[in-house]
């Protein structure tokens, strides 16, 4: 299941993205973990610049704090997030800095 979603975020901004998943679970199944890697225009992890300290996962929700960056690179956020059941079901958010 794939959803595209376009944001801007200034670099000297910081956002917390709440993806939550309940209208797309089947009934009793919850998020077990969620992981979250960065690349940039160039293909390459940026993780580990870009991702604040906050990766949390309740029941059907997790949230990912994002910032930092460069003014004039395009980010590719994939979020990946374990169910319950076993199955993987991968977010994309396409996060564009200000021109």
Same mark, same amino acid.
Request: aromatic share 8%; proline share 3%.
């Given at each position: 299941?794939t959803?595209?979603?376009?944001? %801007?975020?200034?670099p000297?901004e910081a956002w917390?993205?709440?993806?939550d %998943?309940?209208? /797309?679970?089947?009934?009793?199944v919850?998020?077990a973990?969620?992981?979250c &890697?960065v690349?940039?225009?160039?293909?390459l992890? &940026?993780s580990?610049?870009?991702l604040g300290d906050?990766?949390t996962t &309740?029941s059907t929700?997790?949230?990912?704090?994002?910032?930092?960056?460069?003014?004039g690179?395009d980010?590719k %956020?994939?979020i990946?997030a374990t169910?319950?059941?076993g199955?993987? &079901?991968d977010t994309?958010?396409?996060?564009?800095?200000? /021109?």
């Amino acid at each position: 299941m794939t959803t595209p979603n376009e944001i %801007y975020l200034d670099p000297i901004e910081a956002w917390t993205i709440k993806i939550d %998943y309940a209208n /797309k679970l089947p009934s009793g199944v919850t998020i077990a973990s969620a992981t979250c &890697v960065v690349t940039d225009q160039n293909q390459l992890n &940026v993780s580990s610049t870009l991702l604040g300290d906050i990766s949390t996962t &309740v029941s059907t929700v997790t949230l990912e704090l994002l910032a930092g960056g460069t003014n004039g690179f395009d980010y590719k %956020y994939k979020i990946t997030a374990t169910l319950s059941a076993g199955s993987k &079901v991968d977010t994309f958010i396409l996060h564009s800095r200000a /021109k």
